[in-house]
């Protein structure tokens, strides 16, 4: 595994990994998980996940359903959604359900879906509210577009953080109405670890790490962000 460190000019701070092989990089995302949501159990007694959407972190979810943990304490959110049925198979809620939230006994109500089928403006008023008093988050999943986005924060499109969760319209990745956690929101967080996969990420991460400003360089955690790749070259 390969690490180094850069200070974006966008004051972010990446610490990147590169992992040879697809079950090196599930598994290492799996033992920060669950090494993450121990201590937070132990130091503060609850453990806040925010999860990713898309295919990639499906086989670390996939992991996470055999896993042992202390699933009581655990409280789950999302970074996005799209606006779309509950069962619609598109949904990221769905997809976390599915393949890991529905098989531990994490309680119903800590497992925060976003109301994505109330449409986004609906949606992101409703999820701004769960989101209200939360405190700092523990952990922020998060991927990576071919064009840079991360969550539902796309390229070109304005910046919004006047609420933590908003509506997204016309996003260039279909459909294009969603709800995203806004950057500052997901920035406030403990620690971050993106999950980086596939050739045809390379591109955002050439660009990432040449200090080019996408919507990923705009997550900035005060304890910077880890960067799990796989597939890609540095
Ligand atoms: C979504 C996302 C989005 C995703 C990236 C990577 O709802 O689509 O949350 O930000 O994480 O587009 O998607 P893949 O993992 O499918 O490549």
């Not at 200070?7 to 598994?27: C, G, L, M, P, V």
């Not at 040449?210 to 070259?233: E, F, M, R, S, W």
Request: proline share 5%; net charge negative; charged share 20%.
């Amino acid at each position: 595994m390969m690490q180094n460190t850069n200070q974006e000019k966008s004051s972010q701070i990446s610490r990147w990994h590169n992992f040879e092989t697809q079950d090196a990089i599930n598994q290492a995302t799996l033992n920060r998980i669950l090494e993450a949501a121990k201590d937070a159990i132990a130091s503060r007694g609850r453990f806040s996940i925010v999860l990713a959407g898309g295919s990639t972190p499906k086989s670390v979810y996939a992991l996470l359903k055999n896993a042992q943990a202390d699933w009581a304490h655990w409280h789950v959110y999302h970074n996005d959604d799209r606006c779309l049925p509950v069962d619609n198979s598109e949904r990221n809620s769905l997809m976390a359900r599915t393949t890991w939230l529905n098989h531990v006994a994490i309680p119903a109500n800590q497992i925060h879906d976003i109301p994505a089928e109330l449409g986004n403006i609906e949606g992101a008023k409703a999820y701004a509210q769960t989101l209200a008093g939360v405190p700092e988050f523990d952990l922020v999943l998060l991927g990576l577009g071919e064009d840079g986005h991360t969550a539902s924060l796309f390229p070109n499109q304005a910046v919004d953080n006047s609420a933590d969760a908003v509506p997204v319209f016309d996003a260039p990745k279909p459909p294009a109405d969603r709800i995203t956690v806004s950057q500052q929101r997901l920035s406030n967080t403990r620690e971050v670890i993106f999950l980086v996969t596939g050739a045809g990420k390379q591109d955002a991460v050439n660009h990432w790490r040449n200090g080019v400003a996408i919507p990923a360089t705009l997550i900035q955690p005060k304890n910077g962000v880890d960067v799990y790749c796989y597939g890609v070259k540095f």
